[in-house]
């Protein structure tokens, strides 16, 4: 029988890629190790040179830049079926790190084993490469977000991207998800202090747009929180249409 982690990686892959029966047969063929992380556990670290790369099946993970003052910024966050470290197929040295945001479960992929199926499989190959460039629009989107938007647009609109791409991938429960972050963790996200982060929330709460609790987001307008995060999700670059 196939691993699961296959038939999770492919999910993820079909979502903007198209992929017949035998490129799926050559994800399934591909060895998957399994790691466990805890809560703010690095699996990637600046510098390193690493020679597998990360499927997320469970939890969310962090990519981030360690400040020299020992601060962090977030710049992205993935969450089960993606590939948060992909661009290592492509770069000899990562130049930011990657962490576990709660409770995590990976499958590592040999390098090896992947650049083989590009030769096979082109399509494959493609998809991948796709995964990074997504990953790339969505940093350009972080840039935008954190440098030209006010700080209630800024949080609703992460608030949204998390909601829907977690809505995308069947993560989403009604009109809630999880999202593991601390308010510290969201000011790293978003510039903020912890002050603003916590006034913030409390605006949005009060607005009845959303809730955020214990590491769960419940969207109480969806409509009007995109409206309050100026949130429009085209640079997720998906094949097919999400209705929230």
């Known amino acids: 029988m ?9 999910h ?6 198209r992929l017949n029966g035998e490129d799926v047969t050559a994800l399934e063929r591909l060895t998957y190790h399994r790691r466990l992380l805890q809560p703010n556990e690095d699996f990637i670290r600046q510098g390193d ?9 469970s939890g969310m993970v962090a990519r981030y830049h360690l400040l020299n003052n020992g601060g962090r910024q977030y710049l992205s966050f993935n969450i089960k079926g993606d590939l948060p470290d992909a661009q290592s197929l492509f770069l000899d040295r990562m130049d930011h790190a990657v962490c576990a945001v709660g409770a995590v479960e990976l ?12 030769e096979r499989r082109p399509a494959v190959g493609f998809a991948i490469w796709r995964e ?7 940093f350009r989107e972080t840039i935008t977000n954190n440098s030209g938007r006010a700080t209630r647009i800024r949080m609703a609109h992460l608030f949204c991207e998390l909601f829907y791409r977690a809505h995308a991938s069947g993560l989403s429960e009604g009109n809630t998800c999880s999202a593991p972050l601390s308010q510290i963790q969201l000011g790293e996200a978003l510039g903020m202090a912890i002050v603003t982060v916590n006034r913030t929330l409390q605006s949005l709460r009060r607005a009845r747009l959303m809730e955020f609790r214990h590491g769960i987001l419940t969207v109480k307008d969806w409509k009007r929180l995109v409206a309050a995060g100026d949130f429009n999700p085209d640079y997720l670059h998906l094949k097919r249409e999400v209705k929230v």
Not at 3 to 8: G, L, N, S, T, V
Not at 49 to 57: G, H, N
């Open 107 to 118: 499958a590592l992929m040999p390098h090896k084993e992947i650049t083989r199926i590009f």
């Open 2 to 10: 196939a691993d699961p982690a296959a038939d999770i990686l492919a």
């Open 132 to 138: 990074t460039l997504i990953d790339a629009a969505i």
């Open 12 to 17: 993820k892959l079909k979502e903007h890629s």
């Open 49 to 57: 040179k690493p020679d597998v790369a990360a499927l997320v099946l």
